[in-house]
């Protein structure tokens, strides 16, 4: 099985940040997605939780806790294929949002503003499980 992470980083306003993936991407092109992607094979949980973090925003982080949600998709041709997708809560330590190429744009959004937005499965998922 694949493994995955997304990253739930917060503000001091308790604003989780997301990304709308770009309308080139050739994995859920303009969804919003929550900073993250695929475990390399030597990487831990949380090795990949911080590449990748720092890879699409730019952002330095402190993972909070161990994973706290699991979500899991199949995907792909093939039927058994399938992903699980560790969530992990952090903050920003340093730096500033700067975007990869494969992201157009971010936002701050709160428990009450999240809904009304295209989000990718995991994504959603997470989100809905941390702000119910």
């Given at each position: 099985?694949k493994k995955g992470v997304n990253i739930v980083i917060t503000d001091?306003?308790?604003?989780?940040?997301?990304?709308?993936?770009?309308?080139?991407?050739?994995?859920?092109?303009?969804?919003?997605?929550?900073p993250g992607g695929n475990v390399k094979t030597e990487e831990s949980?949380?090795?990949?939780?911080?590449?990748?973090?720092?890879?699409?925003?730019?952002?330095?982080?402190?993972?909070?806790?161990?994973?706290?949600?699991?979500?899991?998709?199949?995907?792909?041709?093939?039927?058994?294929?399938?992903?699980?997708?560790?969530?992990?809560?952090?903050?920003?330590?340093?730096?500033?949002?700067?975007?990869?190429?494969?992201?157009?744009?971010?936002?701050?959004?709160?428990?009450?503003?999240?809904?009304?937005?295209?989000?990718?499965?995991?994504?959603?998922?997470?989100?809905?499980?941390?702000?119910?």
């Open positions: 099985m001091n306003r308790n604003r989780v940040l997301i990304l709308k993936r770009s309308s080139r991407s050739k994995v859920s092109p303009n969804l919003w997605n929550l949980l949380e090795q990949a939780a911080k590449r990748e973090a720092k890879e699409e925003t730019n952002l330095e982080i402190e993972l909070l806790d161990d994973y706290s949600y699991v979500f899991y998709y199949s995907h792909g041709k093939k039927e058994n294929t399938k992903t699980a997708v560790y969530a992990f809560r952090a903050e920003s330590i340093s730096g500033e949002v700067i975007l990869d190429e494969d992201h157009t744009e971010f936002r701050w959004v709160s428990k009450d503003d999240w809904k009304g937005l295209d989000y990718t499965p995991s994504a959603a998922a997470t989100l809905s499980e941390l702000f119910k």
